[in-house]
């Protein structure tokens, strides 16, 4: 039988849903970008949506693993 890992947190809060807020505040920070209402240079742009991309995929793990019962 295998037990399932501990979930992580940090202040309280599990780790995924820190991810989840970092996700939503990233993702602002693009539509703002997208709608010109802050200017940043195209460069990092791209580079914060492989940040999201990434971060997204982590965070989905996370939730699934954590809804399969592989983390508690």
């Keep these: 039988m295998k ?3 501990i979930l992580p ?3 309280g809060m599990p ?3 820190w991810g989840g807020l970092l996700l939503l ?3 602002i920070f693009q539509v703002l970008n997208g709608m010109r209402v ?3 240079p ?3 742009h791209k580079g ?3 940040l999201i ?4 995929l982590i965070h989905g793990f996370a939730g699934f693993a954590f809804f399969q019962g592989w983390i508690a």
């Design 53 to 56: 991309l990434i971060l997204a």
């Design 42 to 44: 195209i460069n990092c």
């Design 38 to 40: 802050i200017k940043v």
């Design 48 to 50: 914060t949506a492989v």
């Design 15 to 17: 780790l995924f849903a």
């Design 3 to 5: 037990l399932p890992l």
């Design 25 to 27: 505040l990233l993702i």
């Design 9 to 11: 947190t940090l202040l």
